[in-house]
């Protein structure tokens, strides 16, 4: 994959995984420990959280020192603060909710103020999204409004919450947070499960405007809905499926005819054994992320009338 070579220096973002570590770096304009609050993955004290630790730092390449800690997961939401409580038990001065934290993250935070700044990208070698390490499932659904979540490998569901300030309508069947469960389609070839949603027919005349994915504890921050965008937890706008791949694919069409017959397995043979992709459209039918024999036995079921 391309690699951004304006970054700076080289820590290694990987791959979202189980029993994975989250650190938190910030500097603040003052120079005093700031209050660090945590939830949705590791919490960090009540409010206003706890005070990191001065003797626990970290310093970057450019000789700057920054306050670290870590939690064992693998996002975590966070507010940096003051420390300072009013007589309603509030932070006097803090940050908004920082969504998603992922891996490593770096930040300047401004006591004074409440205002911080994201410098992660300065910090942590980042990597152009490659679309090919989606599952073939991932596919322009027409007339519908929909997108995609690539979720932390320890996710098992997602719900989604829909709306548009415009109109004020909420797109969701509830109605009521943390929204509708979401169908996993399958997973990257790193392993991260992809969650899908498809929401009403496009009407032009009242689209979503903006999009939360959580699991009930993590979430992402309000996201600008791009019809058939795929994100992850920090935010981030992987992707946008082009338009013209076809329908969400029926279970069992391998080779995008519309229908499920014998042709399917003959496409899923002449890819495994000559590696002939002229018929093959969706040939992960487990969404496992690969092409085997379990697709085969997949569209045989189908063609058999089982599951």
């Known amino acids: 994959m391309k690699k951004i070579t304006t970054l700076l220096i080289a820590i290694t973002c990987v791959a979202i995984a189980a029993n994975a570590t989250v650190t938190i770096n910030v500097r603040t304009t003052t120079g005093d420990a700031p209050y660090l609050y945590t939830w949705g993955g590791a919490t960090n004290g009540n409010w206003p959280g706890t005070q990191m630790d001065a003797s626990k730092t970290s310093t970057t390449?450019?000789?700057?020192?920054?306050?670290?800690?870590?939690?064992?997961?693998?996002?975590?939401?966070?507010?940096?603060?003051?420390?300072?409580?009013?007589?309603?038990?509030?932070?006097?001065?803090?940050?908004?909710?920082?969504?998603?934290?992922?891996?490593?993250?770096?930040?300047?935070?401004?006591?004074?103020?409440?205002?911080?700044?994201?410098?992660?990208?300065?910090?942590?070698?980042?990597?152009e999204f490659d679309p090919s390490?989606?599952?073939?499932?991932?596919?322009?659904?027409?007339?519908?409004e929909f997108a995609y979540f690539v979720a932390p490998a320890t996710w098992t569901q997602c719900n989604v919450w829909v709306w548009?300030?415009?109109?004020?309508?909420?797109?969701?069947?509830?109605?009521?947070?943390?929204?509708?469960?979401?169908?996993?389609?399958?997973?990257?070839?790193?392993?991260?499960?992809?969650?899908q949603w498809i929401g009403p027919d496009i009407?032009?005349?009242?689209?979503?405007?903006?999009?939360?994915?959580?699991?009930?504890?993590?979430?992402?921050?309000?996201?600008?809905?791009?019809?058939?965008?795929?994100?992850?937890?920090?935010?981030?706008l992987l992707y946008t499926v082009p338009a013209g791949g076809g329908d969400t694919p029926v279970p069992g069409d391998v080779n995008g005819d519309g229908e499920v017959t014998a042709a399917d397995v003959t496409a899923i043979y002449d890819f495994l054994l000559n590696n002939d992709e002229s018929h093959l459209v969706n040939g992960d039918q487990t969404g496992d992320g690969e092409i085997t024999a379990g697709d085969v036995t997949a569209v045989y079921n189908i063609l058999l009338g089982g599951n």
């Open 133 to 144: 390490t989606l599952p073939s499932t991932v596919v322009f659904v027409e007339g519908k």
């Open 203 to 236: 009407n032009e005349a009242d689209r979503t405007e903006f999009i939360i994915f959580n699991n009930g504890l993590a979430q992402t921050a309000d996201l600008d809905y791009v019809a058939g965008g795929v994100y992850d937890l920090t935010g981030k």
């Open 61 to 127: 390449d450019d000789g700057l020192v920054w306050f670290t800690q870590d939690f064992d997961c693998d996002a975590i939401n966070i507010i940096f603060n003051d420390g300072g409580l009013d007589d309603e038990g509030t932070g006097a001065i803090q940050t908004d909710n920082i969504m998603g934290v992922t891996n490593v993250g770096y930040y300047i935070f401004d006591p004074e103020e409440g205002e911080y700044e994201d410098v992660t990208g300065t910090y942590v070698e980042i990597q």
């Open 164 to 195: 548009s300030n415009t109109t004020g309508t909420n797109f969701t069947t509830s109605g009521t947070w943390p929204g509708d469960p979401i169908t996993m389609i399958g997973n990257t070839t790193d392993g991260a499960p992809v969650f």
